[in-house]
């Protein structure tokens, strides 16, 4: 192989330059990917290097010596830095094998027709030649393309940082400059959402599902920019014209706990809505059912969660007297007043809720009366009494962490 290539070097020099500028012209006119990245002199100029590197290549396989791929895996670093897609830059690869061996063949018939039966061992020994161009190419591409998206993924990360944190590192990109690259406007109608940790949260987190994931706005709902943090998950959401309420049907399908902060009007706000979701989250006790609360629906609950000093000394001031009874006594009267409270003050719905009769709520309610000193008919008591309750329940719920079962 290597005495007929060098017999008809020159004229396959002319054939492969030939060759070179009618790929190049299908090239550009059938793959728009390649038509907005190169001219057709400088893509002819690469197809016909590559040509001749086969070439060479071949040459040096005859001769027993590794074949180079240093052009090649530069030619995958370059492309995948500019962008074309892998196929396209793979589809090329493949036609250059196929022309250059078609006119390979066509200058070796014109030089000696006699000599054709001897180049079918050279088609294995080129295809091998291009085979191991194509994949060197395919390696160093899916290694740029893998390298890049780790540096996207960090620098994204870094700006929604920015904005979830509200001071960035010294020299960082400052809240409105982070929205700016990740293409979120000046003003508009903003929120955050995170996300609980523990057992409702197995199944794939928002981060892996595709349209959150990559932070496209769903056809019917808010865009979200996930961020998955060393405190868990957390996402800013770009509502639009959508209700705060489309969070929680957004989140409904991944079952998890999640808190909701404020909607806020400016990127440069969102590092507060995410202090506040955190605080919404922490209103949802670990062992409840998954769960999105709106901090502004939990607000009484939020308010005990963000001061823990005082929800302690509340829950001793106003219900000591309960918890200090046994544990069966205390169980039954904590859960009577909860229900209550849950039933609007109705002492008929607690009992059927309850599964007992009114009188004995009546009598629960009138012994808690007695032991706390607050009577349920005033207002202020009440208030009271309904913060102290979320006050035990929230400390009950810290005592227990994730997983552990609620005491019955």
Same mark, same amino acid.
Do not use: K
């Given at each position: 192989?290597?005495?007929?290539?060098?017999?008809?070097?020159?004229?396959?020099?002319?054939?492969?330059?030939?060759?070179?500028?009618?790929?190049?012209?299908?090239?550009?006119?059938?793959?728009?990917?390649?038509?907005?990245?190169?001219?057709?002199?400088?893509?002819?100029?690469?197809?016909?290097?590559? #040509?001749?590197?086969?070439?060479? $290549?071949?040459?040096?396989?005859?001769? $027993? %010596?590794?074949?180079?791929?240093?052009?090649?895996?530069?030619?995958?670093?370059?492309?995948?830095?500019?962008?074309?897609?892998?196929? !396209?830059?793979?589809?090329?690869?493949?036609?250059?094998?196929?022309?250059?061996?078609?006119?390979?063949? *066509?200058?070796?018939?014109?030089?000696?027709?006699?000599?054709?039966?001897? &180049? @079918?061992?050279?088609?294995?020994?080129?295809?091998?030649?291009?085979?191991? &161009?194509?994949?060197?190419?395919?390696?160093?591409?899916?290694?740029?393309?893998?390298?890049?998206?780790?540096?996207?993924?960090?620098?994204?990360?870094?700006? %929604?940082?920015?904005? %979830?944190?509200?001071? /960035?590192?010294?020299?960082?990109?400052? +809240?409105? *400059?982070?929205? @700016?690259?990740?293409?979120?406007?000046?003003?508009?109608?903003?929120?955050?959402?995170?996300?609980?940790?523990?057992?409702?949260?197995? $199944?794939?987190?928002?981060?892996?599902?595709?349209?959150? $994931?990559?932070?496209?706005?769903?056809?019917?709902?808010? =865009?979200?920019?996930?961020?998955?943090?060393?405190?868990?998950?957390?996402?800013?959401?770009?509502?639009?014209?959508?209700?705060?309420?489309?969070?929680?049907?957004?989140?409904?399908?991944?079952?998890?706990?999640? /808190?909701?902060?404020?909607?806020?009007?400016?990127?440069?706000?969102? +590092?507060?809505?995410?202090?506040?979701?955190?605080?919404?989250? =922490?209103? @949802?006790?670990?062992?409840?059912?998954?769960?999105?609360?709106?901090?502004?629906?939990?607000?009484?609950?939020?308010?005990?969660?963000?001061?823990?000093?005082?929800?302690?000394?509340?829950?001793?001031?106003?219900?000591?007297?309960?918890?200090?009874?046994?544990?069966?006594?205390?169980? @039954?009267? %904590?859960?009577?007043?909860?229900?209550?409270? /849950?039933?609007?003050?109705?002492?008929?719905?607690?009992?059927?809720?309850?599964?007992?009769?009114?009188?004995?709520?009546?009598?629960?309610?009138?012994?808690?009366?007695? #032991?706390?000193?607050?009577?349920?008919?005033?207002?202020?008591?009440?208030?009271?009494?309904?913060?102290?309750?979320?006050?035990?329940?929230?400390?009950?719920?810290?005592?227990?962490?994730?997983?552990?079962?609620?005491? !019955?």
């Amino acid at each position: 192989m290597e005495r007929i290539i060098e017999e008809i070097r020159e004229d396959l020099a002319r054939r492969i330059a030939v060759a070179a500028d009618r790929l190049a012209a299908l090239t550009l006119a059938e793959d728009p990917a390649y038509a907005a990245l190169l001219g057709r002199a400088e893509l002819r100029e690469r197809i016909h290097h590559n #040509l001749r590197q086969a070439v060479e $290549g071949l040459v040096r396989s005859s001769r $027993g %010596l590794p074949v180079e791929l240093a052009d090649a895996r530069a030619t995958g670093t370059l492309r995948a830095e500019q962008g074309l897609p892998l196929t !396209s830059l793979l589809r090329t690869y493949r036609r250059s094998g196929r022309l250059l061996w078609q006119t390979l063949t *066509e200058a070796v018939a014109a030089h000696d027709r006699a000599a054709l039966p001897g &180049m @079918v061992p050279g088609a294995t020994a080129l295809w091998d030649v291009l085979d191991q &161009m194509t994949d060197a190419v395919a390696e160093a591409y899916r290694h740029t393309e893998a390298t890049r998206t780790d540096r996207d993924r960090e620098r994204r990360a870094a700006l %929604l940082d920015a904005l %979830l944190d509200g001071a /960035g590192a010294a020299g960082g990109p400052t +809240a409105s *400059e982070a929205a @700016v690259q990740l293409g979120l406007p000046d003003r508009g109608r903003f929120a955050v959402v995170v996300l609980g940790q523990g057992p409702a949260a197995c $199944g794939p987190g928002p981060a892996t599902a595709s349209a959150a $994931g990559t932070g496209a706005a769903p056809a019917d709902g808010p =865009r979200v920019l996930w961020r998955v943090r060393a405190d868990g998950e957390a996402g800013v959401v770009e509502l639009g014209p959508h209700p705060l309420e489309s969070v929680r049907e957004l989140l409904a399908p991944l079952g998890v706990r999640a /808190g909701v902060g404020p909607v806020v009007a400016a990127p440069a706000e969102l +590092a507060r809505s995410y202090r506040l979701a955190a605080l919404a989250l =922490r209103t @949802v006790p670990v062992a409840a059912a998954p769960r999105t609360a709106l901090l502004d629906e939990r607000l009484p609950a939020a308010l005990v969660a963000a001061q823990a000093e005082l929800a302690d000394r509340l829950r001793r001031v106003v219900l000591g007297p309960v918890l200090a009874l046994p544990a069966e006594d205390r169980r @039954v009267l %904590l859960t009577t007043l909860g229900t209550w409270l /849950g039933c609007q003050g109705s002492t008929a719905y607690a009992a059927q809720r309850l599964y007992c009769h009114r009188n004995t709520v009546s009598n629960r309610l009138r012994r808690l009366e007695q #032991l706390t000193g607050r009577s349920l008919s005033d207002p202020a008591h009440v208030v009271e009494l309904a913060l102290a309750h979320t006050a035990v329940l929230q400390r009950a719920a810290g005592e227990r962490g994730p997983g552990r079962p609620e005491p !019955s």
